[in-house]
């Protein structure tokens, strides 16, 4: 009890100390660390060689604090051995911040360290600040922090790296700004904690909170702290007094154990009475026994002599040996009634158990020398054991097509937010956020269990897809393979953000591939009309089309890509034609709009050195207008065919091309063309579109529009005449200042 009394009584002369009034360690006192499990003769020189590596890139620079900067780099290689990790990661450690720094290289770090050193220290490698334009901070902190976790998901090593530097930089806080102190502690909290808590290191975790709450709640940290104080100081001694009851039941009973006093930590305190509306006497477990014995046996041997000798509170007994947490913690909880009334919770479990208790993941895959150790097998147990990781691997790794603040929605629902703990029949733990129905569960097991779910049993009782889960539920997904997957309702029936998200990933390919069958139909079409006002029929157009020339001329693999690209306006049937030189049966058919012969004095555009008589023709590919670069085409018996300059219609035809002008003076006329305009879906926007065209005395001639549901916009195609460049360049910024237009650009057909 004294020396939980001091630890508290230091918590505010620690700031005011060289290195936080932490302990400040040597390079010898890590050495010697290590040394304990670390005995192979080129891990201990890999490391000398990045200690004398760093202390020589590093000399010269300084912390915020004063400190030289090789002291942060030995804290947080002292921190990684005290989890007992491997070289490669205490080396990375070491180097973690050289990259950044120093004028070394990823390159340099592969040469002279190894690949595996160069992969951690790349991911460790601080981000560099993100430009603000066009971001707002919460969306620039949300991709600060994506990039965090995505570096993260790549190697667990990578994680507990981050964790011990992270601590050390919170550890000494108080040299920065004010400003930088909020913010970092405020990123501690919403970040490094919950991985700290997720992968089970209580040690870093608890630490990493009550420093950050230190700086954000000051005044509710010290109230807490005070509060704690009264109570050691007034049932101190009762808890001592319980504690020797309790090691006297079970010397007598001959049972291997350790028994010691616990302390709960500040910020567990801050979130029962802040978050959870508590009071302080109101929680049960701020003071606390631990016993620690031999098996699994001892432990309830000795839960069974204490709640036969003390009254056990009711509902206040959680069996986490029996069910382990999602990040392997296990212990015996109880409360009981002490002989003076007060209550305290006491926590039974084995040495095996508190060393996971307390530094999670690193207890478990601590460094084995020999042929064991395998980097990549230990990253795969740790996916498999943690079933969340792997949703966390998986999630980082598919999240390109995602916002940053998706993403980190994503991650902190399903993730951190998790408090709903349901089996698997075999008996699988999954945790899941409160609210989450089994079509939850079923994309936590797997993307596939999720599309192809038709139905779910929970305990043992058919229930539908919506039911709410309860901790302690057994689910059992039943599958089908024809199931035609998930639909739009499906979106209302899943909670977790993760799932939602594979359902609409689920539709939009569906939907793409459902617009990929109507493009290649209307392409088709489009096809089948202009080639039949040549004579051609269907069957003989796509012979036509499927030889080598026009698929290769045109880059596309198959007859379908033409069709598709087609249907997309690119290229128009057309230009198919001129390309195999097939000419139209009868043009009096054309629309006058899009036809415009020369031969008289009325002609917009001149070919030198052409007599008259020469047929000239406006592309309705491109619709140019006078002001527009312009060239002439020249057909296989249909005169010249005038395109603007940059159509691309007009690719690999150079050899067939002529300069074309127009002429000075045209006169008073206007000219079609036809323009496309990308908008946000709305009520009422064609409506707009035509006001806006009609107040500018703009003849329109054609509007229609494409909707696309799966992000709520629409393509707008629209028909106008203008009698130059000029005129149309105003008319589109006009059309831009329509509310919920952003883009306008001429059409190609």
């Known amino acids: ?19 936080g009034g932490y302990k400040m360690h040597t390079y010898q006192e890590v050495k010697a660390n290590f040394l304990t499990y670390i005995h192979n003769d080129s891990s201990i020189a890999l490391i000398e060689k990045a200690y004398a590596f760093v202390e020589k890139k590093h000399s010269g620079i300084f912390r915020k604090s004063g400190e030289p900067y090789i002291h942060h780099l030995i804290e947080v290689a002292y921190i990684l051995t005290t989890l007992q990790c491997g070289p490669i990661t205490i080396t990375s450690g070491l180097l973690h911040d050289v990259v950044e720094d120093t004028d070394t290289t990823i390159e340099d770090i592969k040469n002279m360290f190894g690949d595996e050193c160069a992969n951690i220290v790349d991911a460790l490698t601080k981000i560099q600040r993100l430009k603000l334009s066009h971001r707002t901070q919460e969306e620039f902190e949300a991709e600060d922090r994506r990039k965090i976790f995505l570096g993260m998901a790549k190697d667990i090593r990578v994680i507990l790296i981050k964790l011990a530097d992270r601590l050390h930089n919170m550890r000494t806080i108080e040299a920065l700004k004010p400003d930088r102190q909020q913010a970092l502690a405020k990123e501690t909290l919403d970040v490094f904690a919950p991985i700290a808590h997720r992968i089970g290191v209580y040690k870093i975790e608890s630490e990493l909170e009550d420093l950050s709450l230190k700086i954000q709640e000051p005044e509710k940290y010290n109230e807490i702290l005070s509060l704690l104080n009264n109570k050691i100081k007034n049932r101190g001694k009762a808890l001592e007094a319980l504690k020797k009851k309790i090691a006297d ?38 003071l606390a026994l631990r016993v620690i014995t031999k098996t699994e046996i001892n432990c309830y041997e000795i839960l069974g002599l204490i709640h036969a000798q003390f009254k056990p509170i009711p509902g206040r007994f959680k069996d986490y040996i029996a069910v382990p947490k999602p990040n392997m913690y296990q212990s015996l909880h109880t409360s009981i009634v002490a002989g003076d009334g007060n209550i305290f919770e006491i926590q039974i479990r084995t040495k095996e158990m508190d060393e996971v208790a307390e530094i999670g993941i690193a207890a478990h895959w601590r460094y084995k020398e020999g042929e064991k150790y395998n980097p990549k097998r230990e990253q795969q147990e740790i996916e498999e054991k943690l079933h969340w990781f792997r949703d966390f691997v998986s999630m980082s790794s598919e999240s390109n097509d995602e916002t940053a603040q998706e993403y980190m929605k994503h991650l902190s629902k399903d993730i951190f937010e998790a408090n709903v703990y349901v089996f698997t029949p075999k008996g699988r733990v999954i945790d899941l956020p409160a609210g989450s129905t ?44 024809t199931s035609p997957g998930p639909n739009e309702g499906w979106l209302n029936i899943a909670k977790t953000n993760t799932a939602k998200a594979h359902i609409k990933k689920f539709l939009i390919k569906k939907n793409n591939e459902l617009l990929k069958d109507e493009k290649i139909l209307r392409g088709k079409q489009a096809c089948v009309d202009f080639f039949k006002e040549r004579g051609i029929d269907e069957k003989e157009m796509e012979n036509l089309l499927s030889t080598e020339n026009i698929l290769k001329n045109y880059h596309f693999a198959n007859l379908e890509e033409l069709y598709i690209g087609v249907s997309n306006h690119n ?10 030189g097939i000419k139209k049966k009868d043009n009096s058919n054309l629309p006058l709009s899009k036809k415009i012969n020369i031969d008289n004095d009325n002609c917009p555009v001149t070919v030198k050195g052409a007599g008259n008589g020469l047929k000239i023709t406006l592309g309705n590919c491109c619709t140019p207008i006078p002001g527009d670069t312009i060239v002439g085409y020249v057909t296989k018996g249909m005169g010249i065919t005038v395109h603007r300059a940059n159509c691309p219609n007009l690719k690999n035809s150079k050899n067939r091309l002529i300069d074309v002008q127009w002429k000075e003076n045209l006169g008073i006329a206007d000219y079609p063309v036809d323009i496309q305009l990308e908008c946000n879906d709305r009520p009422n ?31 707008v195609f629209c028909q106008i005449y203008v009698p130059d460049l000029n005129t149309l360049n105003k008319i589109f910024q006009t059309l831009k200042n329509v509310h919920d237009i952003f883009e306008v650009k001429r059409r190609i057909h």
């Not at 508290?8 to 100390?17: F, G, V």
């Not at 939850?440 to 779910?453: C, L, M, N, P, S």
């Not at 139905?455 to 689910?475: C, Q, R, S, Y």
């Open 438 to 481: 089994p079509l939850d569960f079923a994309y936590r097991i797997h993307t596939k269990v999720g599309e192809q779910a038709v139905g779910a049993m929970v305990n043992n009782m058919l229930v539908p897809l919506n039911t709410i889960l309860k901790t302690g539920d057994v689910v059992d997904i039943k599958t089908s393979k």
């Open 249 to 286: 039941i079970i010397l007598k009973n001959d049972i291997p154990f350790e028994i010691e006093s616990r302390v709960k930590s500040i910020y567990s305190i801050y979130k029962k009475m802040y978050l959870k509306g508590r009071s302080f006497d109101e929680i049960y477990d701020v």
């Open 571 to 580: 290229p128009n049937p057309v230009a198919f034609c001129d390309f195999l």
């Open 685 to 715: 926007l064609l409506a707009d579109i035509l006001s806006t065209l009609s107040s500018n005395k703009i003849k329109v001639t054609e509007l229609n529009a494409r909707v696309h549901p799966e992000n709520l916009t629409c393509t």
């Open 1 to 19: 009890m004294e020396q939980i009394n001091n630890e508290i009584a230091s918590q505010n002369e620690k700031a005011l100390k060289p290195n």
